[in-house]
């Protein structure tokens, strides 16, 4: 069963303004990753926050993480319609003997020129 | 993508025949994984290996069986395939350490089941 949940499902924005993606999970995680995917290609890995992180940045992405909410949001600014893609948040559970990663159903941003 | 194949890109085939896909990596990574994406269910985890011979099932093991003779390939088998199994097939890859790096995922397989 899907650990993260993606919200909105679907965003549309106009390049320039920025996106944010949240995601929300059930269990304790070791760390949360974000994934990129084009349309027909495999995923690409974005960005990973450790459990005792609060806030990352990668050029235009910013990551936050609330571990008593069980949350995360992604936040893309500056949208270019090169960031048209799903994007996944995926959880690194704490159980034991997990060695794996669990993926939320994933979101569609669409960056209109 | 970068150190990590997958093959075929594309099949068809027959309900109730073997399919083998294949997953070869070329980073010494001691993790493999297969997935399965389809609408409405985002990635779900097939089987996985933490190493040569060691696999393990995932959520959706069902119908499906793998190998691990060596490092670099990861072997998924529909053992006879039907319908329900009609979907992009996707291998991944992590490092030793995995609370420090991501996944790098190949870039599919589509299977088609008539």
């Known amino acids: 069963s899907q650990q993260g949940e993606e919200d909105p499902q679907a965003l549309s924005i106009q390049e320039g303004e920025n996106a944010t993606m949240n995601c929300s999970y059930k269990t304790s995680i070791n760390n949360l990753q974000w994934y990129r995917q084009n349309s027909g290609r495999g995923l690409v890995h974005l960005i990973l926050?450790?459990?005792?992180?609060r806030e990352k940045h990668s050029g235009r992405l910013r990551v936050t993480l609330d571990t008593s909410k069980k949350s995360s949001s992604l936040l893309i600014t500056a949208s270019r319609a090169a960031d048209t893609a799903s994007y996944f948040c995926a959880t690194d559970g704490v159980q034991g003997g997990s060695e794996k990663l669990v993926f939320g159903k994933g979101m569609k941003l669409t960056v209109n020129p | 993508d970068a150190g990590i194949t997958q093959s075929p890109r594309h099949k068809v085939t027959e309900t109730g025949t073997p399919v083998t896909l294949r997953c070869h990596q070329t980073?010494?990574?001691?993790?493999m994984y297969w997935y399965r994406q389809d609408p409405g269910h985002g990635l779900r985890l097939i089987h996985y290996s933490y190493g040569v011979k060691d696999t393990d099932k995932g959520e959706v093991s069902d119908g499906y069986s793998v190998s691990r003779s060596k490092t670099e390939d990861f072997l998924l088998t529909l053992e006879s395939a039907t319908s329900s199994q009609t979907s992009v097939y996707f291998c991944a890859i992590s490092e030793t350490n995995r609370q420090n790096y991501g996944y790098t995922f190949g870039s599919g397989t589509r299977l088609t089941v008539v």
């Open positions: 980073e010494n990574h001691r993790y």
């Open positions: 926050i450790r459990s005792n992180e």
